[in-house]
């Protein structure tokens, strides 16, 4: 059985039409999205005209059978986590930029600086306010475990990134606690795959496989046409390997 895994998605429906061309040649018997297909930066994209959030986020929902919400998804359905280290205000939403400015003390994102409305109807932004911030899912008797990011900070929506093996901790022990052997998330726009073992954290470019060991956390590439990082990342699990390949 082969499991596509994509991520961030951020509005770019050509490149999102080319990786499901590219799963179904792979033979792929199994779509997950992990979120962020809204989120279109005027800072970092240059497809404004093509940009679609909306038919974006119609081809994952006919597509993938796990949806996951990130952060740019959240707030474009104006929606706060409900995990999250940082306490947002019961009125986050309904004050306004530069109140909320003062009230997240750079600890949590926020978009209207750099970011163009989704313009989503009111059922995508209900849709999306009621998607899982994870989901354990199980494959032949083995469950994996896929969030936009890593625990606490599972939609991605904190100012905080890890590097480190020790920052991984936390996430490893909730991985554990849901019954996960393995834990896949995206976020992070690594050209490639990253993967965070027990001992290091292991790079691999686009094209070259991994073989899996128990507790491995997988950090998949986005699918946005972004410094030519787009790609999404292949599990075969009958090989127990992991593959990013380039859209």
Known sequence: MRLA?????????????????????????????????????????????????????????????????GNHDLHAARHTPKISSYEYPSNWYELDFQGRLIKSMDQVWLYEHEELSALYSHEEKTFISNLPEYKVKTYEDLSVLFSHFIFPNLTGSEQRFYFELPDFDAHKRFMTEQGGLYS?????????????????????????????????????PPIVRAMGNGGLCVYDINENTVEAIRI
């Not at 992990?34 to 929902?61: P, T, W």
């Not at 726009?189 to 691999?204: A, E, T, W």
């Open 184 to 220: 896949f998330s995206g976020h992070r726009h690594y050209p490639g795959l990253m993967v965070i073992s027990d001992s290091k954290v292991i790079r691999k470019n686009f094209n070259r496989k991994y073989k899996l060991k128990a507790g491995d956390v997988i950090m998949v």
């Open 5 to 69: 895994i994509i991520a961030d998605i951020h509005e770019d429906i050509i490149n999102l039409k080319k990786a499901f061309e590219k799963i179904q040649r792979l033979k792929c018997d199994d779509i997950i999205c992990l979120g962020d297909i809204s989120g279109f930066s005027v800072l970092h994209h240059d497809f404004f005209d093509s940009r679609n959030a909306s038919e974006c986020l119609k081809m994952v929902r006919e597509n993938c059978t796990v949806i996951i919400a």
